[in-house]
């Protein structure tokens, strides 16, 4: 038995999930799934429809990625991935915060670009784009102040790592001429060590094809 992910190749949500299992070396089954389509699974464990889930052993199933993270944490604690200083422990949450907000943004703008040139709202396409460069621009802050550049946090990886190298990965496959590796040659180094990590390298995002239409 054990735990199994529901998960999407292209997903940063779903990706944090994967590499944190990894970085924990607790075994799961993973169930790759297209989450637009009607085939999926999704909606009879999550109310909200949305992947990653993890399934444990009595069926009942965890859902949100930040709440996933929280939970394998508190039922695999070793090694530990939150810091155990409190205001250490809520800025990894910050760095969640912001990763997931980015990773929010670009799927909406990823969807309004699909309606097709002509039907696109670019306002609505810019707003979201502020939101990213706001986020990157954070992430790129935090490495810079951090004291190693390799970690956002002391000397080890934690949940903020975890959120910001997800959303880095999924930044280079899906926004390839994004200029944020030129701008932030910083964070770019920091994703490139934390890419390198068997369990995010091994979980490097993939495009699906989406066959039903969403917009
Ligand atoms: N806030 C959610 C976002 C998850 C999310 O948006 N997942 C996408 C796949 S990357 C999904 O399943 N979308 C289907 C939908 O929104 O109907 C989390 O962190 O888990």
Known sequence: MGYTLISATPSPYARKVRILLAEKGVPFTLQTEVPWESTTETPKYNPLEKLPVLIPDDGKPVYESH???EWIEAKHPDPPMLPKDIDDRLFAKQVEVVADGICDALVLCFFEKQRGPGKESEPWKARQMRKVEGG????ATW???SSSGKFLIGDSLTLADVAAGSVLGYMA???PDHPWMNKHP???KYWEGLD???SFASTRPSPQ???DQIV
Do not use: F, G, P, S
């Open 67 to 69: 709440y996933i993270l």
């Open 136 to 139: 990157l621009q954070a992430l």
């Open 143 to 145: 490495v810079d102040q």
């Open 173 to 175: 496959v899906r926004w």
């Open 186 to 188: 910083q964070l770019k």
């Open 196 to 198: 390198a990590r068997e």
């Open 209 to 211: 094809n989406i066959k």
